[in-house]
């Protein structure tokens, strides 16, 4: 079956610090891969998609990048973290397969800037 | 401008109490979720739906694609299903909807 590992699942980290949050996909190829962000208070927001390796487009401009080395792995990144940054993570996943499209989602990371 | 609109924000219920909370949205879509998120906790899908109705347990969800508009019950609810509850739709990409609050009173 399909899976998202996201980890890690809470991250407090100082203003200035990097980050790298690392979302891997099992049981398919070649899927659409996303990064959203919920600031607090405020709905789910698409920060970055990939459709294929090396493929990103970035929705918002901020502090955060995002890279796919691998087919399977989407890696969010900051070089500096602001107290902005602040939020709970989300990466999803879609697969355009026999039976329509398939999605699912990582359990989230909850990032505390301090 | 949001894609999809979920009501009520927050709902309070007592335990035993049936409960339903509607999502409605603009775009066509190929596929809509419920999400359950506790708090401090991750993200955990419920259903996925393209068409008609899918039960799991005390959880029921339903999707009418010609009206654009979902629900997903829950019947006798119980302290544990106090969570916020995310409806989102695919289109090219997820759109989100700003999450239901629910509180299930002993």
């Known amino acids: 079956s399909q899976t998202i590992h996201q980890w890690p699942a809470t991250l407090v980290q100082p203003v200035g610090s990097p980050l790298s949050l690392e979302c891997t996909v099992e049981g398919t190829s070649n899927p659409n891969l996303y990064w959203y962000r919920q600031a607090a208070g405020r709905g789910l927001q698409l920060l970055f998609y990939s459709v294929g390796i090396g493929q990103i487009s970035s929705e918002v401009p901020q502090n955060l990048s995002a890279s796919r080395p691998q087919d399977r792995q989407f890696i969010l990144s900051s070089k500096k973290l602001l107290l902005s940054d602040s939020g709970f993570y989300l990466c999803?996943?879609?697969?355009?397969?026999?039976?329509?499209?398939?999605?699912?989602f990582g359990q989230g990371t909850r990032l505390t800037v301090v | 401008k949001n894609e999809v609109e979920q009501s009520p924000q927050n709902l309070t219920a007592q335990e035993g109490e049936f409960i339903t909370i509607n999502c409605s949205y603009s775009v066509g879509i190929s596929a809509l979720h419920w999400l359950q998120q506790h708090p401090g906790g991750g993200i955990v899908s419920l259903f996925m739906?393209?068409?008609g109705k899918k039960k799991h347990g005390r959880l029921i969800a339903t999707i009418n694609i010609q009206e654009k508009h979902s629900s997903l019950h829950i019947t006798a609810s119980h302290p544990r299903d106090s969570a916020v509850y995310i409806c989102a739709v695919f289109v090219n990409q997820f759109y989100f909807g700003t999450g239901t609050s629910l509180t299930v009173i002993p």
């Open positions: 739906l393209s068409s």
């Open positions: 999803a996943c879609s697969k355009q397969g026999p039976k329509g499209t398939e999605a699912f």
